[in-house]
């Protein structure tokens, strides 16, 4: 589903990532973990398109981001850490307007908007303008827009910052049937404890290099999840 | 305040300081606009009442007016950026959250729309002092004074601004279709503003005439006036009285706007809450969502609208007024006698000119601020966002275009293909405007800014765009009264037309490869 090889994306003298490599499968909830300024961020960046990397390659379904980036950006959905929104917009028309650019025919829209808006309780809210949306609401906003379309891939970066514990319960939930029905999902977390008990397979980060990845109980072992990354972190 | 500065020191494209030579090129033109074009036009204005004034013994009365010019412009010119600065920044949140004394935040908010207020009224009273002191004699006590006066003026055109700005952020939160009704009402304002101003030059004509019957009267009922015009001739205690006055109002505004500011920089407005419906929606093309999704923007924001969308109702004014006074046409035509044809020359220039101040693509780049990880995240080419931005422009300007030069075409004497071409003309420049302004847009970004009108009104781009559209206007008119003679208008016109087609071509091609490329690498 999602081949990332020998990634490296430099700023300045700065290597951001460095000659990463990962494969995610369908059906894999793959999480991404590191501190802060590790290189998650531009990672995630790089695979949904929106930042040019220096070297290496990443095929989406086959589908090269650097040859074919429309192509390859039809399958995914991105969804930032800060969701800025189209503040002028109302929930609805943002909706509308995703579902247009990704072709959604006007009856699976409604079906979906209406399905995950329920989901979210944000019914009673697509109708104002998103600029009155407190943060969780434009997080829950921009998760309806990516799960919308029925991209094969769905990239988040922390998604559940600013989710209440009811909204949080229900994205997990939608993760894993959005990979048990052929998907997958890459996201980064700084929140262990939801990493492990959700993904699939698990990558950590240190100063743009990989150092551990893999499923999760080859990657934790006996340990907990915070406790291997705190030991590779120290290292 | 560097907000406000910030692209003539620093390239947002290429994240770096600006070389020291472009920096310079940057404020020479700045310096230009302001000193050059602006103060030179009240300069004139100086010129013409100032030593009939002083003459008459009422010289008062000449700093009365030319202050009352400074902070109408001043204040009137400036409403909008003190709304935006004062109530719409997106840090007011972060900032009211810090233990920063709300009376701080407002000075600091204050300073740039005193900076601002300060740059209009300067160029009024700048030339107003100096012409004075070269007229009537320059003075200690009057240099001084005048000195005084001209900040007096600023901070009047301060207090006011803060006013209006104060009364637009009252009503905002009060409107539903805010934007519209806004800019109607703005719309009103400017008209009023105008219609004042061409009858102030007919009444100042009439004072300048009849200055001491006027200055007995205006002495007589308003001896404030008298009193405030005296400062400029020196007077001390007038001076000191306006002084002391000034520093108090500034103080109560401060204090009321400390007062209202945290209610209306944190309300979401009085307004009933929007209540969903599902309904049917008709499916859309990517590129007509796109295109829809612009014009969203652009109706979304009265600033957006007034700063870059005049011509949209210029341009069918314009039309219907040469339309039904077609006798103004004839007159130019008599009075600019170079060239033949040089009515329906000029004629072209004034809608090409008109058509200019629709630039609403140019900021719509720098508009998409922090939220570009939309466009560049979905499946479409960024040259296809760039086409709705583009498109926007053509629209909103071509249709109001169609209007204006088909009554010019019939207002116009000459022959059928004058009149054709006058119609075809102004839409290629139109056409190639629209390209020229999404260009400079992408060329000059600044995608980080926390108030709107930073990118729509103040960006280096919109400058580039805005005079560089005269400049264009500039030169397509002013070699026909050389040529104009020898080749005839018809033949001149295609030309342009020709000229500006394939001008139009060049920046397609731009737009479709290296224009995309910069988009999709904001």
Known sequence: MLKIENLTKTYGDKKAVDDLSLHIQRGEIYGFIGHNGAGKTTTLKSVAGILNFDEGEIYIDGTSVKTAPVDSKKKLAYIPDNPDLYDFMSGIKYLNFIADIFGV?????????RKYADIFELTS???????????????????????IHSPRLIIMDEPF???????AFKLKEMMREHCDSGGAIFFSTHVLEVAEKLCDKVAIIKQGKLIKSGTMEEVKGDESLEEVFLELEAE | MTEVFRSYFYNAKKKQMRSKGNMILMFALFVFLIVGVLGGTFTFVALGICGGLTAAGAGWLYFSIMSGIAIALGAFGSIFNTYSSLYLPKDNDLLLSMPIPVKTIIISRLLNVYLLGTMYSAVVMIPTLVIYWLTAGATVANVICGIILFIIVTLLVLMLSCLLGWVVAKISLKLKNKSFITVIISLAFIGGYYYLYFKAQDLIRDLVTNASEYGTNIKASAYILYLFGRIGEGDIIATAIFTAATALLLALT?????????????????????LYREKAVKQKTAFGALLRKE???????????????LGILLLPAMGIFLLVKSDVILTIGEV?????????????????????MNDMATPSVSLEGRSVWIPQSLPVEAKTVLWAKTAVQLILTEIPML???????IAVQGSITVKLLICIVPMIFALFMAMFDTFTGVKNPIMEWTTEIVPIKQGGAIAIALFGGWGFVAVFAIPYFLIGSAIGLPLYLTVWAVIYLLAAVLLYRWLNTKGAKTFSRL
């Open chain 1, 105 to 113: 025919s006007a009856a699976e829209r409604q079906e979906k908007i």
């Open chain 1, 125 to 147: 809210d697509l109708a104002q303008p998103i600029s009155s949306y407190s943060h969780g609401m434009k997080q829950k906003l921009a998760i309806i827009s990516a799960w």
């Open chain 1, 161 to 167: 910052v600013g989710l209440d514990p009811k909204a």
């Open chain 2, 254 to 274: 401060i204090f009321i706007l400390s007062r209202s500011f945290l209610k209306l920089a944190t309300a979401s407005g009085d307004t009933k809450k929007a």
């Open chain 2, 295 to 309: 014009i969203a923007r652009f109706t979304s924001s009265p600033n957006y609208m007034l700063n870059c969308g």
């Open chain 2, 336 to 356: 600019i006698n170079i060239a033949p044809n040089c009515d329906a020359l000029i004629v072209c220039a004034m809608l090409m000119m008109v058509s200019t």
């Open chain 2, 403 to 409: 209007i204006a030069a088909v009554c010019c075409a």
